[in-house]
């Protein structure tokens, strides 16, 4: 199996760049993100307890998006591999997810890391705000509170994978071609 940790702060592009690889490599896609505003639009009480959080641009809590994943490697037995994306975001998740790989004789492949500025975040995510219709992209200050999450928690897994010699980084300024050809460079050395 082919599984891939797109690894990046908000706005790194890891969503532009997840729909093209698994076009590519045929993997599933689990962005927690999207898993997590799935559970609002159904109005489950999971999505109304996390868009408490989302909103302001707080992690959810580590069971809650490790609990959606474990359902999600469940249900795609047959699957080629996975591209995970946004997750996982603590050490704690990092560890889960190995965990759950390890049960299935399983593990991640490659961590590849976008990396992109703050300022640069910032503007990219105010302006998909005009268009995602994001409630946590419309606001600097949430969109500094999500930046900020990411540097004191989400920065550590880097190391996780980098102990495992699993962790290659990617510039994520550039056109999206250029960048996809840059991640597709480390994925077919694995
Ligand atoms: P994203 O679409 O990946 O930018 O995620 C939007 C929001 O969902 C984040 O700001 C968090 O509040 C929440 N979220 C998504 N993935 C995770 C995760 N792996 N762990 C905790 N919270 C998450």
């Given at each position: 199996m082919l599984n891939i940790v797109l690894f990046g702060p908000p706005g790194a592009g890891k969503g532009t760049q997840s729909q093209k690889l698994i076009d590519q490599y045929q993997l599933i896609h689990l962005s927690t993100g999207d898993l997590l505003r799935g559970e609002i639009a159904q109005g489950t009480a999971l999505g109304l307890e996390a868009k408490k959080l989302m909103d302001h641009g707080i992690l959810v809590p580590d069971e809650v998006v490790i609990g959606m994943i474990s359902n999600k490697l469940d249900a795609n037995k047959g699957a080629k591999g996975f591209i995970f994306d946004g997750?996982?975001?603590?050490v704690a998740q990092a560890e889960a997810l190995d965990q759950l790989l390890n049960s299935k004789n399983e593990a991640i492949s490659s961590m590849v890391a976008l990396e992109v500025n703050d300022d640069e975040l910032e503007h990219r995510l105010l302006l998909r705000g005009k268009e995602s219709g994001r409630p946590d992209d419309a606001n600097p200050e949430v969109i500094r509170k999500r930046i900020h999450e990411y540097n004191n928690k989400t920065a550590p897994v880097a190391h996780f994978y980098q102990n495992q010699n699993k962790f290659k980084s990617i510039n994520g300024i550039g056109s999206v071609d250029d960048i996809f050809q840059a991640i597709c460079k480390v994925i077919d050395l694995c």
């Open positions: 997750f996982p975001r603590t």
